[in-house]
């Protein structure tokens, strides 16, 4: 019997945080494989979604995706994110949350072509505290230092490690 992934269990985990201490919930996903994401507000393969009770309808965060509909320009779509899709899930507030290693394999049932293949397997780029989908899941968590160019180009929140 395969063991299952720690990444649903903690993306349910700081979503809960989010909520329980008044923050807004945002998840950022790479787009590819069987995600179903508003594509006009793609940029660079990756979209940040806001996850919260008031922005969406009908989430369910499983241990396979994560599903909702969510109004896009006064529009109502329905999203659908593999888990593997998933980059990280933090309040927009203060940045706090988890970032996770994506793995778009897990989620290619429906291959669609990503815009930057190269970065498939993509390591977080803010300094936070990763998950691996591994095997060797939970026995490493790897720490990586934001850039002064990365500091400069992004004014918005950034997300910072849990200690």
């Given amino acids: 019997m395969q063991e299952t992934s720690t990444k649903p269990y903690f993306m349910r985990a700081i979503y809960e945080w989010c909520t329980d201490n008044g923050y807004t919930p945002y998840m950022a996903v790479k787009v590819g494989g069987a995600a179903q994401v508003p594509m006009e507000f793609v940029r660079n393969g990756e979209i940040v979604l806001n996850i919260s009770f008031g922005a969406t309808s009908g989430l369910k965060m ?40 994506v793995d778009l394999t897990e989620s290619a049932q429906t291959p669609e072509p990503t815009p930057a293949p190269t970065e498939q397997k993509s390591k977080p780029s803010l300094g936070l505290a990763a998950v691996s989908g591994g095997a060797a899941e939970g026995k490493s968590e790897g720490k990586q230092e934001i850039s002064e160019k990365d500091q400069k180009k992004s004014e918005k929140p950034s997300l910072k490690i849990i200690k």
Avoid: L, W
Wanted: no cysteine; hydrophobic share 40%; proline share 2%.
């Fill in 62 to 101: 499983d241990n396979e995706a994560v599903t909702f509909k969510a109004r896009f320009g006064g529009v109502s779509r329905d999203i659908y994110v593999p888990v593997g899709n998933v980059m990280a899930v933090y309040a927009s507030e203060n940045g706090q949350g988890m970032a996770f290693e």
